[in-house]
């Protein structure tokens, strides 16, 4: 087992329920337990400026599968919830990309373990901070040792909120 950490985004349509039915759908998986979210972040887009803002989290689990495996679940779930793949960077309805998958590092043709671009997303950052400060990289930085321009970054729901619990 490991730990793995997935990010996901939302900017059409009701982005909450999109959220969370990916997360309800991650945590059927077979493959992945003992789930727990960050906070729900609303933040603006990157890339592609001109589309809704996006709702993002982090979500922390642990998995028995192998990076290309998880990375084949999660674009399951995206297209099972009706992602369309038009625009790079465009709007969509659920957006789940693997962040990192244990200690290790993982390059292929379709998968870079961690996320290439983890370190300037502050859309990841916060939530990932949140939940795991003190995860080491695979070049044994910390978490809460990446900067990151914040700014942009609302809280828009706790996670108990986010899973319905009463606060």
Known sequence: MAACFLGLGSNLGDRLAHLRCAYQALAAEPGLTDLRPSSVYETAPVGLVEQPDFLNLVVVAETVLGPEELLDCALRIEADLGRERTVRWGPRVIDIDVLLLG?????????????????ERAFVLVPLREIAPDW???DGQRVREMAVEESGVRLALSAAEFLGEPS
């Open 136 to 138: 080491r990289l695979p």
């Open 103 to 119: 200690s290790a590092a993982h390059r292929s043709a379709r998968l870079q373990v961690p996320h290439p671009r983890l370190a």
